[in-house]
């Protein structure tokens, strides 16, 4: 996954909105991909495909 402005143009929503719902938006990239998705940033977010949590890296 992008960082947030790319991620943000990925989803349709302000850079703002993606900024503020980081871990809303692993969790759910994780559920409609099936994959482990990475979101960059000062704290890097992991989502593993498993149902376990995301965490910062």
């Given at each position: 996954?992008?960082?947030?402005?790319e991620?943000?143009?990925?989803?349709?929503?302000?850079?703002?909105?993606?900024?503020?719902q980081?871990?809303?938006?692993?969790?759910?990239w994780?559920?409609?991909?099936?994959?482990?998705?990475?979101?960059?940033?000062?704290?890097?977010?992991?989502?593993?495909?498993?149902?376990?949590?995301?965490?910062?890296?």
């Amino acid at each position: 996954m992008p960082h947030a402005g790319e991620t943000a143009a990925l989803l349709g929503v302000a850079r703002g909105e993606a900024l503020g719902q980081r871990l809303s938006a692993v969790r759910d990239w994780r559920r409609s991909y099936a994959a482990t998705v990475l979101l960059k940033g000062s704290t890097t977010l992991i989502a593993p495909p498993s149902a376990g949590p995301a965490r910062p890296a």
